[in-house]
């Protein structure tokens, strides 16, 4: 366990453990044990995203320009959305029983923190689709006038331009999991300032890039397997991958003495 040495001025350092390869499996096993007992009050996120990520397949559909980046965005602001699921497992790691008083409560804290890290994502999503929508607009020199065409595109004889923005998806999809991974459940547990709790996160990632990487592949793929069943499989995999978030931040991070948010 190390400390990190660049937390703000005058704020004591958060500590990052080492954690095993493996352990993102049972992050996963305990999500899904968080999901069981929280019930409706961690399933409905799941609901509200399968919703929002069928209203952004309608919105592609009527205009193919947007579809490379709607996805993309959208799952960009994910973390965020997760934020009450955090708070359910907070309260069940204490031992009390869970429920949608404490996703209220985690919504309506309104702390500086969390408002700044929803302005950064909803900002990183909005450039995307935008920077996504004018590269395929202006640049895709296929002949593409709708979204099966644009699918056919993209999985038959994708060009160069759709391989740059497959590497800038991944550039900018990395870089947003360094900076949330652990920082907003940390967030919502301790009173620590926006810059340092994404500094610890983005340490706990240097620290444990395998551990990650595999985590970030399950999350990947769990949210393919999802889109590939028209939404659906969000129902369930917001909220166990929520809940895991939480046990992942509570394996990598040791607060110490920063004050518990209440």
Do not use: K
């Amino acid at each position: 366990m190390t400390p990190t040495p660049d937390s703000s001025p005058g704020f004591p350092p958060v500590a990052v453990r080492s954690i095993p390869a493996a352990r993102p499996l049972q992050w996963l096993a305990l999500g899904w044990r968080d999901l069981r007992r929280a019930g409706l009050a961690s399933l409905i996120h799941g609901v509200i995203v399968a919703l929002g990520g069928l209203l952004a397949l309608m919105l592609a559909m009527r205009h193919w320009q947007l579809l490379p980046g709607v996805f993309s965005g959208f799952l960009l602001v994910g973390p965020i959305l997760a934020t009450g699921l955090y708070a359910l497992s907070r309260r069940l790691d204490q031992g009390e029983r869970a429920g949608f008083r404490d996703v209220l409560a985690a919504w309506r804290c309104g702390c500086r923190p969390f408002v700044l890290m929803g302005l950064m994502l909803v900002a990183f999503g909005t450039v995307w689709v935008a920077l996504s929508a004018t590269l395929f607009h202006f640049f895709v020199t296929a002949d593409v006038t709708d979204t099966r065409a644009f699918l056919r595109y993209a999985v038959g004889q994708p060009d160069h331009l759709f391989v740059l923005w497959t590497v800038l998806g991944g550039l900018v999809a990395a870089l947003v999991f360094a900076l949330t991974v652990v920082s907003l459940p940390l967030m919502l547990d301790r009173r620590i300032p926006f810059d340092a709790s994404l500094r610890a996160s983005v340490n706990a990632v240097a620290e444990n890039p395998v551990p990650m990487a595999v985590w970030a592949v399950l999350i990947m793929v769990a949210t393919g397997l999802s889109m590939a069943t028209f939404m659906a499989g969000f129902v369930l995999s917001i909220p166990v991958i929520g809940h895991a978030t939480w046990h992942a931040y509570r394996d990598t991070l040791d607060p110490g003495d920063i004050p518990v948010r209440t």
